[in-house]
């Protein structure tokens, strides 16, 4: 069991009732935002190679916060893989808003039309975190997951991108940034154990938090640049969090030698 985890639920146990109004006022407050449009994509180099790739999660891999998925997480980092690879990446999501790892098992997975993919990118926490799923939850439905997505496609790599930076929302208050961000930061601690378990199975485990952000790009934005509604990330965070799963992915011998 993990002792930070039944440190932090004796903690939260009695702020419970507190964490429920809180939430429900944000709930009401910040707005609700559409997914982004255009679910496929492809990206073009010099090479004769291409990459087939899917995203698979919550609503950052939805695009929430910005109009198409070219501007969201998805298209930058098919562009920054296609660039850093020189290979194509013919791309496509598949993703929801309030979505968490077990709901990905239920109603995603078999949706998954296509026969042969090489890549499959996750971004999944914060909605497991928001439901207070426990770690032990947590890791049987991921480990589900990526049984069930070895048993759909046997070659395939997998890479879990970065839980979101929760004690960083602006819109929440800093008792939920506190319990939910803890939460969210012990269920990444699991998933690297676990992705450990199965090969061809990564986790890019950066913070990638505003402050985070720009200090390893070296930026000149304020902390508002990066929310596009004090939950969900701007076009900006989009951009540099693509540049970093794509950093992440370029440079792991073990990931790049299977994709080109």
């Known amino acids: 069991m993990n002792i930070k985890y039944i440190l932090g639920t004796i903690i939260a146990i009695p702020l419970l009732p507190l964490l429920y109004f809180q939430g429900r006022r944000i709930k009401k407050r910040v707005p609700r935002l559409p997914?982004?449009?255009?679910?496929?994509?492809?990206?073009?180099?010099?090479?004769?190679?291409?990459?087939?790739?899917?995203?698979?999660?919550?609503?950052?891999?939805?695009?929430?916060?910005?109009?198409?998925?070219?501007?969201?997480?998805?298209?930058?980092?098919?562009?920054?893989?296609?660039?850093?690879?020189?290979?194509?990446?013919?791309?496509?999501?598949?993703?929801?808003?309030?979505?968490t790892a077990k709901r990905v098992n239920d109603n995603i997975i078999n949706l998954i039309e296509e026969k042969h993919i090489d890549l499959i990118v996750i971004g999944l926490g914060g909605n497991d975190a928001f439901e207070l799923n426990?770690?032990?939850?947590?890791?049987?439905?991921?480990?589900?997951?990526?049984?069930?997505?070895?048993?759909?496609?046997?070659?395939?790599?997998?890479?879990?991108?970065?839980?979101?930076?929760?004690?960083?929302?602006?819109?929440?208050?800093?008792?939920?940034?506190?319990?939910?961000?803890?939460?969210?930061?012990?269920?990444?601690?699991?998933?690297?154990?676990?992705?450990?378990?199965?090969?061809?199975?990564y986790y890019c485990s950066s913070r990638v938090g505003y402050k985070d952000l720009i200090k390893r790009f070296n930026l000149t934005l304020e902390a508002s640049d990066f929310y596009c509604d004090g939950v969900h990330p701007s076009k900006v965070t989009y951009q540099y969090w693509a540049k970093d799963v794509a950093c992440f992915m370029i440079h792991s011998k073990g990931i790049t030698k299977k994709l080109i």
């Open 35 to 99: 997914v982004a449009t255009g679910e496929t994509g492809l990206c073009s180099s010099s090479s004769e190679n291409t990459l087939r790739m899917l995203t698979i999660g919550e609503s950052t891999i939805a695009g929430v916060g910005v109009k198409t998925h070219q501007e969201g997480l998805t298209g930058v980092l098919a562009n920054e893989l296609a660039t850093g690879l020189n290979i194509k990446v013919d791309w496509k999501v598949y993703a929801k808003s309030g979505i």
């Open 134 to 201: 426990t770690p032990r939850k947590w890791k049987k439905d991921v480990r589900q997951l990526i049984n069930n997505i070895k048993v759909k496609f046997k070659e395939v790599t997998i890479v879990f991108i970065n839980m979101p930076p929760i004690k960083e929302f602006p819109a929440f208050t800093s008792l939920i940034q506190f319990t939910i961000g803890n939460l969210a930061e012990i269920l990444g601690e699991e998933l690297k154990r676990v992705v450990k378990d199965f090969e061809s199975v």
